[in-house]
């Protein structure tokens, strides 16, 4: 059966300098706290937390990553719906700006299986192909 409606439009959301500049800056010290900073002085910027997770799940700080995680998730559907987005359609990788959301769905994934969220997890890493395919592969080869 094919699918006669059309797909809707692909999400951008839009770029954060400030906000981009401080997480460069705070990857140049390289410390967490440098990294909480920037989500304390950016709350609604996906990557800072989506950094915080991936930071918190390589330290085996499974619990950490996950509330990094799902508070970059949430913060960004609502940055997702303000853009637009109706809860469904492409969120393409290829748009930087993105890559905080789709990140800290990926690490919600990795850090919700760990602690025996199957289910979450398993929701997550499909609303993550969802989203791009591109960015699911991307993720996993990291």
């Known amino acids: 059966m094919q699918n006669l409606l059309p797909e809707p439009p692909a999400t ?3 770029a954060n300098d400030e906000a981009d500049a401080a997480l460069a800056a705070a990857g140049d010290a390289g410390t967490d706290e440098a990294f909480a900073g920037v989500a304390a002085g950016f709350p609604t910027f996906s990557a800072a937390w989506a950094e915080l997770a991936a930071r918190a799940l390589a330290q085996d700080q499974v619990v950490a ?3 990094y995680a799902r508070t ?3 913060r960004g559907l609502d940055q997702l719906r303000r853009s637009g987005w109706k809860g469904h359609g492409p969120v ?5 700006p993105n890559r905080g959301f789709l990140r800290c769905l990926y690490v919600l994934s990795r850090a919700a299986d760990e602690i025996g969220e199957a289910d979450e997890a398993a929701r997550c890493a499909q609303f993550l192909r969802d989203c791009d395919p591109e960015a699911a592969d991307a993720l996993a080869s990291n």
């Open 72 to 74: 970059g998730y949430h």
């Open 12 to 14: 951008r959301l839009p």
């Open 65 to 67: 990553a996950y509330a």
């Open 92 to 96: 393409p990788w290829s748009h930087e």
